[in-house]
C-alpha cells in the first residue's frame, strides 16, 4: 500500500506530542511501576482499536452532526480527567508509602488492580471525542479506494495506528517506571511530580472541556 511510510511518520508525530495518555502512563509507571504501566498501555490499545472500528462505521460523523452527543462524550472525558488529577494531588507520598511497605510500589497487585490499571487507560482515551475525530480524518486519506479492498485496507491501517501506538506507549511506561527510584528516593522531586503531573491532568481536562466540534 503506498503511503504506508507517511502514514507511519504521521502517526509517530502525533504520539511524540504530550498529552493525557502520555502523562497517564508516565504517572503510571513512576507510583506504580512497569507492570502497572503496561497494563493501562493496554486499556489505551484497546481504547484505539475501538476508535478505529466506531470510524471505519461512520459513527465519527455522528459526532459531528450532533452537537449534544459531542458535548457529552467531551465534558465525560474532561471530567474524568480532573477526576484523575485530583486522584494524584490526594496519593499519599511515595517515600511515606514506601516506608510504609505500601504494595503496588513495585509492580505488585492482584488482577482487579491491573484490570483497574487497563479500565482507566481505556477511559482517558475512549472519553476524548478529538481520538476519534483523529482516526476518521487520518485513516481515509491512506485509503486507495481504486485498489480494491477498502475494508482491509482500513483494517490493516487501523491495525498499524494501534501497533505504532503500543511501541510508544510501552516506550513511555518504561520511561515512568525508570523515574520510580528517583521519585521514590526523594521527596522534592516526588512532589514537584505529583503537583505537576495532577495539573497537567487537570489542564487536559479543562482543554477538553473547551474544545469545539471540528
Request: glycine share 14%.
Amino acid at each position: 500500500m503506498p503511503g504506508l511510510s507517511i502514514f507511519v511518520g504521521a502517526l509517530a508525530v502525533a504520539y511524540l506530542v504530550p498529552g493525557a495518555d502520555m502523562l497517564l502512563l508516565l504517572q503510571t509507571g513512576a507510583r506504580q511501576g512497569r507492570r502497572h504501566a503496561l497494563a493501562t498501555a493496554l486499556g489505551l490499545a484497546l481504547a484505539r482499536a475501538t476508535h478505529v472500528a466506531l470510524a471505519a462505521l461512520g459513527l465519527a460523523a455522528l459526532l459531528q452532526t450532533a452537537p449534544a452527543v459531542f458535548d457529552l462524550v467531551r465534558i465525560a472525558g474532561a471530567a474524568y480527567l480532573v477526576w484523575l488529577g485530583i486522584g494524584v494531588l490526594r496519593m499519599p507520598p511515595l517515600t511515606a508509602a514506601a516506608a510504609g511497605g505500601v504494595a503496588g510500589l513495585q509492580g505488585e497487585g492482584g488482577a482487579a488492580s491491573y484490570l483497574a490499571d487497563i479500565l482507566r487507560g481505556l477511559l482517558t482515551n475512549l472519553l476524548n471525542p478529538k481520538a476519534l475525530l483523529f482516526c476518521s480524518v487520518l485513516l481515509p486519506q491512506f485509503i486507495q479506494t481504486d485498489a480494491g479492498g477498502v475494508a482491509g485496507q482500513f483494517a490493516l491501517l487501523g491495525a498499524i495506528l494501534v501497533g505504532v501506538g503500543m511501541a510508544f506507549d510501552g516506550l513511555y511506561a518504561l520511561a515512568g517506571a525508570a523515574l520510580a527510584g528517583l521519585v521514590a528516593r526523594h521527596r522534592i522531586v516526588e512532589a514537584v511530580q505529583r503537583w505537576s503531573f495532577a495539573a497537567l491532568l487537570i489542564g487536559f481536562g479543562l482543554r477538553l472541556a473547551a474544545v469545539q466540534r471540528l
